[in-house]
Structure formats: structure tokens, C-alpha cells
């Protein structure tokens, strides 16, 4: 099993940056994909970024250029650098984590709310 657990979220005014991180424990999470995605009041969670054990990346279009994710495997903990917030980032943010083998995001942190005030 995985514990997931995020932190860093808060308000911020648009055109503000935000870390986020994803600490991990119970496993190490080298060779585990992870992501990290949203949930704004009313609408369907959504991808925003992913990174493999090779460090292989994607975003979401609504995130490219503006948010970087990445990990660091000797801390255990995966980031989201986000910057240039706009209002419509504002959402619970939620760390996942999946092996290779495993078709779904089988592990999932209780999310970190952000707020970007216009």
C-alpha cells in the first residue's frame, strides 16, 4: 500500500505561483507513475499532469507552460510547480500513483485545496 499526502495548497491572487507536493510512504514510489489531478465545486475530476519512472512527462493542455510537475525519489514526493495561476485553477488537488501493471490510478491522497482570487 501507498499513503499519499498533499500540502502547499492555499489562495493566491491570479498571476501567482503555488508549489504543491505529494509525500509518499509505505512503498517507494521509483517505479510508480504518478499524477496529479483536479476537481473544481461541480465538475468532473480532470488530468493535469503525469510523470513516469523515467521521469517521462505530460500535461494537460490547460496546464502546458505554466505547470511543472516532477519527483524527487530519494524524498519520496512528487511536486506541482504552478505558476501564471489563473481563477479557473482554483480545485482540490489530488496526488495518484499507479504501477505499470496496474490499468487505474490505484492510490490516491485526500487533496489540497487552491484558490486563485481575480
Known amino acids: 500500500q501507498v499513503q499519499l499526502v498533499e500540502s502547499g495548497g492555499g489562495l493566491v491572487q491570479a498571476g501567482g505561483s503555488l508549489r504543491l507536493s505529494c509525500a509518499a510512504s509505505?512503498?517507494?514510489?521509483?517505479?510508480?507513475?504518478m499524477g496529479w489531478f483536479r476537481q473544481a465545486p461541480g465538475k468532473e475530476r480532470e488530468f493535469v499532469a503525469a510523470?513516469?519512472?523515467?521521469?517521462?512527462?505530460s500535461y494537460a493542455d490547460s496546464v502546458k507552460g505554466r505547470f511543472t510537475i516532477s519527483r524527487d525519489n530519494a524524498k519520496n514526493t512528487v511536486y506541482l510547480q504552478m505558476n501564471s495561476l489563473k481563477a479557473e485553477d482554483t480545485a482540490v488537488y489530488y496526488c495518484?500513483?499507479?504501477?505499470?501493471?496496474?490499468?487505474?490510478?490505484?492510490?490516491w491522497g485526500q487533496g489540497t485545496q487552491v484558490t486563485v482570487s481575480s
Open positions: 495518484a500513483a499507479k504501477t505499470t501493471d496496474q490499468t487505474d490510478y490505484a492510490y
Open positions: 509505505g512503498r517507494t514510489i521509483s517505479e510508480y507513475l
Open positions: 510523470i513516469t519512472s523515467i521521469s517521462t512527462i
